[in-house]
């Protein structure tokens, strides 16, 4: 399995303002996935962070809210620009299993709240 | 379009109690199947899977067999334990050209001393 981290685990926001997450992966993986979980609630694809590429956005997310970069196989940032308190939510980096595509490991999230 | 539906929680059982949390998909194709957990705290973790039908996944006292006839793949433990009290999530993976998972809506378990 992957060991994956993230900075800052938590954060309080302003509104207004924006927030860069890192995840950082201790090896080296294909895709790279971003998710939002909102309070009580089950997680939703933001994105796929490929790397080399512009992240593939799922329905309902846009680039210029959530601008993702992906340098390297083993790093991406996810920033959630001009953040109001809707956006308080657990953001969750994950990647796809190097041998079993199908499976993914999580990072521990990012807890952002957004006054 | 895929999906999965899992019960309602929160689900309160006291330790030694048997578990059960049921969970159902809808799939075009074969996907692969999982229960991801979530403690107080953390991210997700991989709890459990099975990629093909009648495969049983097993981990931690925790199994869940893919049933194919009955889009089920209802997860059980015989004796839950305090710390067993997490958040868990149904979910499928389905390669669409690349692999997509889908998340159930999750159900919380308190496990009372």
């Known amino acids: 399995s992957a060991v994956i981290s993230q900075k800052p685990s938590r954060d309080i926001c302003q509104r207004g303002t924006s927030l860069t997450i890192q995840c950082q992966v201790d090896?080296?993986?294909?895709?790279m996935f971003w998710y939002r979980q909102q309070p009580g609630q089950s997680l939703t694809l933001i994105a796929t962070?490929?790397?080399?590429?512009?992240?593939?956005?799922e329905s309902g997310f846009v680039i210029d809210k959530f601008p993702i970069s992906r340098p390297n196989l083993t790093f991406s940032t996810l920033t959630v620009s001009n953040m109001s308190p809707e956006d308080s939510s657990i953001y969750l980096c994950?990647?796809?299993?190097?041998?079993?595509?199908?499976?993914?490991?999580f990072g521990p999230g990012t807890r952002l709240l957004v006054l | 379009g895929d999906s999965v539906t899992q019960m309602e929680g929160p689900v309160t059982l006291s330790e030694e109690a048997f578990l059960t949390i049921n969970c159902t998909y809808t799939?075009?194709?074969?996907?692969?199947l999982f229960w991801y957990v979530q403690y107080p705290g953390e991210g997700l973790q991989l709890l459990l899977k099975?990629?093909?039908?009648?495969d049983k996944g097993s981990n931690k006292g925790f199994e869940a067999t893919y049933r194919k006839e009955t889009t089920s793949f209802h997860l059980e433990k015989g004796s839950v334990q305090v710390s067993d009290s997490a958040v868990y999530f149904c979910?499928?993976?389905?390669?669409?050209?690349?692999?997509?998972?889908?998340f159930g809506a999750g159900t919380r378990l308190f496990v009372k001393a």
């Open positions: 994950s990647v796809e299993s190097v041998h079993r595509q199908e499976t993914q490991y």
């Open positions: 099975a990629t093909k039908a009648d």
């Open positions: 962070a490929n790397q080399g590429s512009e992240a593939t956005y």
């Open positions: 979910a499928l993976s389905i390669n669409t050209g690349g692999f997509k998972t889908i």
């Open positions: 799939a075009t194709g074969y996907p692969s």
């Open positions: 090896s080296q993986v294909t895709m």
